[in-house]
Nanobody, 123 residues
Framework: QLQLVESGGGLVQPGGSLRLSCTAS????????IGWFRQAPGKEREGVSC????????DYADSVKGRFTIAKHSAKNTVYLQMNSLKPEDTAIYYC????????????????WGQGTQVTVSS
């Protein structure tokens, strides 16, 4: 059974850092694009970053460029999202998702989703 599990969320002060993990089971990530999305209360789910694990292409939303970094660990079948210089507006549930398409931030191209992990940025 194909499954994605996110971890690493939590409460952090503004300016702090967190590293989210997305670990796959039931399939290998090497042939997929993995995307990170987030959804704040009352808002649409938005794309944050993606990585194509076969070609290596990456993309970031403008709001996180220079602060977030996406990376893969093939041996662990895991994709990470390193989040630095966090702001209160980064508060959301963060989801990872898998797609057979090229890297993109449109949620419609993603077929498999994890359950999400809460990130709260507050003093």
């Amino acid at each position: 059974q194909l499954q994605l599990v996110e971890s690493g969320g939590g409460l952090v002060q503004p300016g702090g850092s967190l590293r989210l993990s997305c670990t796959a089971s039931g399939f290998t990530l090497n042939y997929y694009t993995i995307g990170w999305f987030r959804q704040a209360p009352g808002k649409e789910r938005e794309g944050v970053s993606c990585i194509n694990l076969s070609g290596g292409s990456v993309d970031y939303a403008d709001s996180v460029k220079g602060r977030f970094t996406i990376a893969k660990h093939s041996a662990k079948n895991t994709v990470y999202l390193q989040m630095n210089s966090l702001k209160p507006e980064d508060t959301a549930i963060y989801y990872c998702a898998a797609s057979g398409a090229e890297c993109g931030l449109d949620k419609k191209i993603y077929d498999y989703w994890g359950q999400g992990t809460q990130v709260t940025v507050s003093s």
